[in-house]
């Protein structure tokens, strides 16, 4: 009998989710397709009785179709899911299924973590984490690739064993969880720690040393810190955080039109770029939604991210809950190595400051409050591991620049 792989849901006793229907995840979101789901819609007969097709191919892979607003197609005004509606929960896809969960296989078991564009886990709404268990077990069966060991790799070609896996887990997870240190110092610390690990030579530190190393550079923090302060970024090291911020606000339409409007569609995404680039006068859109600050200077000129207890807590659950979930590395990040995925997370971390200023400053405030971060951190996990172009080498070349001469460290402390 095949074995079965532990299903590890998220330690983190102080996060809480149940969905409450706000249908934020059928706007928006992108729902890749798997070929059991498309079985399901044909046997459904929808192309019948709505006359056009319900899916469309983007890049070689196929999603449920949109409406002009980015609504999924089976959304209804009374913000209920038509899928659901007619045919029962097990009948959606699986994607549609298991979200806000995304599944993350290592060498330790499947990981469930949580993706945060959900309302309710950002305001940590609803029942344990655990009491999802037997909805997990169900969606596991249905996507097998995820129901296997799958060791992610430390560095380069390297695999990582469940003892340097968790090795890295526990100690970011122990710096992150130091909540009597100010909410930027524990990031500006992140950032360090994620960039030391970066330039790590694991070739001759492996097994246990891995856990020696990481308690090492943990145990350093944050009295590091006082002895390597950080300058702030450089001209190109702002132009990078800004372009990386639009490239996670980006969300392509899947409407059945995307041949047609291809064309126009990746000028205007390439000049909109361009002007993130120069980051000079007025800004070119942001989030839909999101009403537009005047210009660049506007969210420059914002002040840091406060760390306000509320602000706090989100970011510190949305970090260790990433961590902690496998979700910044491996098969749910774009088979990333784990170095890599830390600095990813880090830079994530500084796009969400400026994205939460960008918010702030639209609506005309003085500060940053929990909101903008909420709005702008359902926009940063949103992309997350799913917009195919945050896994490009491009995007892997950025972060390799960032990372160097302390690019990720400055990033942070001059958003936070
Ligand atoms: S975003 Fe979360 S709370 Fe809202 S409908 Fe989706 S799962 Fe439910």
Redesign the pocket.
Known sequence: MAKRIPLEILDLKDQRYS???????CRDFSVQLRDEDLDRLAKQGWEEKLGQSVTVEFRGRRYLRQQADGACLFLQEDGLCRIHGEFGFQEKPVACRL??FNLAPDGNGTHAGLNFA???VRANRGASLESHRDDLRRAIREVPESNAISPPRLAGDLRADGQEVEAVVSGFDRWLGTTEVPLSIRLDGFAWLSQSLGAASFAEVRGSRVTELVDLLVSALPDELLHLPVDSPGRGQRRQLRQAAFARIEDPRFTGDEKKASLSARLDQWSRSRRFARGRGVIPGLARGWAVPGDFRDVESMPSVPGTPEISDLVTRWLRSTIRGGRAWGTAYYGWTIAEGVQGLALNAACLGWLARAHAAGKGHEVVTIESVGEALGRIDRSSGRAVWLGTAAERLRLRYLAADDGLRRLVRSTW
């Not at 969905?19 to 995840?25: F, V």
């Open positions: 969905c409450h229907g706000c249908g934020d995840c979200f806000p959900c309302q309710s």
